[in-house]
């Protein structure tokens, strides 16, 4: 049974961090129908701005309230110089670009901060809260950190202007414009979120698999995994799917003996293809008709 | 003087030429309507004055031009489009669909006061207020993409087709609305609309197109007496 809640609590934190990356790359699919690759580069850039500010001696929390910050402008930014003059042109040429940004913010971080592996800290002290013997307290803090992020993603989608505009823009561009809204700058606006989402994953995630380029490529898996498993087309859902497959994975790695941590990834294209196969619009997502 | 002056105004998809030359113009607060078989180019007239389509020409509308302006900076100048296929925002509620018609304005309490104005307009939509837009029947949802216009403010209202896809009660009901909001508002209205006698029923000018040019123009009164658009649109 201790082992049971231990497992299960340390998949809810997993579960969380890839909650973040389905709903970055969930983000940004709506508005563009296609799945950015660079999600996870882009999370792991984010992480190592972040240890740079903390090696200059920022305070853990600013360092990560600065983080997000600069990996929204950094998202924007990626939107409007590199991904914009290719929008809508083709399937390939999209997928393309995207691909070949994994390739530049891999190497870029690589270039400026090596290979080697880092360690990265975690805001939450070492020794267990409550008294309790199965729940590490970095467990319990990044589900804390990744719901009230999420939640905070809620309250700006479905109670300001600019999230409702957002959704609009995503749903139906045309009649978005007629209405006066600048589509571009909302597709610019999501992928700074998305970017800035990212970075909450990145920055939690790393004190557990350890500061380096190639960090956040599982991750950013098992976040495609949670986005499918919730359906694509639904934010929620994905957020979902994100904590289903953190606990489902972190359980299949302890209690089924073949799999074990060394076939624990495999689990996630499994999923992905089971749900392709049985249940393409995932759990929650709606099916898209077109009518023709 | 006008509030649209249209001078000279082409359109094309890629390389086809669907308007050849317009020349035409609306009254502050009056209703025009445009008449024309499949294909003369109606639709593209309104996406035209709308910059959704590539034109060349002069569009001056309230005394600025707009021709060549995107399509998110013309609709500022208050010009509210109802596009074909109603344009709904089909997975959000009812309600934020007719807020998002106000999304350019800042005045907030006069937005209160429009959506109150709007569900006067029609009732249906504020039974249904939270319900998801694409579930609401095709009336409902042609009374809502006229009521996220409206939520604007428009000083113009373009309007594709209202009639399209309602029941003949259903459309003299929207046609007595849209009346009644041109009196009360002054609103200035450009109809496109495939039902010929209703559209000169409401307005006050036509033109006739065809084949992307404008073949006569007068009061609807006029045009209503015109030898060819009875035969051809009218029926009698």
Not at chain 1, 157 to 183: C, K, N, Y
Not at chain 1, 237 to 244: D, E, K, N, R, Y
Not at chain 2, 23 to 48: C, M, P, V, W, Y
């Amino acid at each position: 049974m201790e082992l049971f809640l231990q497992q299960t609590f340390s998949g809810l934190a997993f579960g969380g961090i890839y909650a973040c990356m389905a709903l970055a790359v969930v983000m940004i699919y709506q508005a563009t129908d296609h799945l950015n690759f660079a999600q996870g580069e882009m999370a792991m850039f984010s992480t190592y701005v972040a240890y740079t500010l903390i090696t200059w001696g920022v305070p853990y929390w600013w360092t990560f309230l600065l983080a997000m910050a600069i990996s929204f402008v950094g998202g924007l930014l990626v939107e409007r110089i590199i991904v914009r003059p290719v929008e809508g042109t083709s399937v390939l040429n999209e997928v393309i670009v995207f691909i070949g940004l994994l390739a530049i913010f891999n190497s870029l971080a690589g270039w400026i901060w090596d290979y080697t592996i880092k360690p990265y800290p975690s805001p939450f002290p070492k020794e267990p809260i409550l008294g309790n013997k199965f729940v590490g307290t970095h467990d319990l803090g990044v589900v804390g950190v990744t719901l009230v992020v999420l939640f905070a993603v809620f309250l700006f989608f479905r109670f300001t202007p600019v999230g409702l505009a957002m959704r609009a823009a995503a749903q139906d561009p045309a009649s978005a414009r007629l209405v006066g809204i600048r589509v571009g700058w909302m597709l610019a606006l999501g992928w700074g979120l998305a970017a800035a989402i990212g970075a909450v994953a990145g920055m939690m995630v790393a004190p557990i698999v350890f500061l380096e380029p190639n960090m956040m490529g599982s991750i950013l898996l098992y976040g495609f995994a949670g986005a499918l498993l919730g359906g694509i087309t639904n934010p929620a859902g994905a957020v979902v799917g994100g904590f289903t497959v953190g606990v489902l994975e972190t359980l299949v790695g302890a209690y089924v003996p073949f799999i074990g941590n060394e076939l624990k990834l495999s689990f996630a294209l499994v999923l992905i293809i089971a749900v392709l196969v049985f249940r393409p619009s995932g759990l929650f997502g709606y099916v898209v008709v077109k009518r023709v | 003087m006008a509030l649209l002056e249209v001078a000279k105004l082409e359109a094309f998809y890629g390389q086809t030429q669907v308007l050849r030359g317009l020349d035409f113009s609306l009254e502050e607060g009056g209703i025009t309507t445009i008449l024309g078989a499949n294909g003369a180019g109606k639709t593209t007239t309104l996406r035209a004055l709308c910059g959704m389509v590539r034109t060349r020409g002069d569009i001056v509308f309230g005394g600025s031009r707009i021709s060549g302006a995107a399509t998110e900076s013309i609709v500022r100048h208050r010009i509210a489009h109802v596009p074909e296929g109603r344009g709904t925002f089909v997975r959000l509620s009812t309600e934020e669909n007719l807020r998002l018609g106000a999304y350019t304005r800042k005045d907030s309490a006069g937005v209160e006061e429009d959506l109150e104005r709007v569900f006067q307009y029609f009732p249906r939509l504020k039974e249904r207020h939270r319900q998801q837009a694409g579930t609401l029947s095709g009336g409902e949802q042609q009374m809502l993409a006229v009521g996220r216009a409206l939520m604007m403010r428009p000083r113009l209202m373009l309007l594709d087709e209202p009639s399209f896809g309602l029941a003949p009660n259903l459309t003299e009901e929207l046609f007595d609305i849209l009346g009644a909001i041109n009196k009360e508002r002054q609103v200035g209205m450009l109809v496109v609309e495939q039902n010929a006698s209703l559209a000169l029923a409401i307005a006050s000018h036509a033109y006739l197109l065809e084949t992307g040019r404008i073949v006569i123009s007068g009061t609807a009164r006029e045009i209503e007496q015109d030898e060819t658009v009875r035969k051809a649109y009218l029926g009698y």
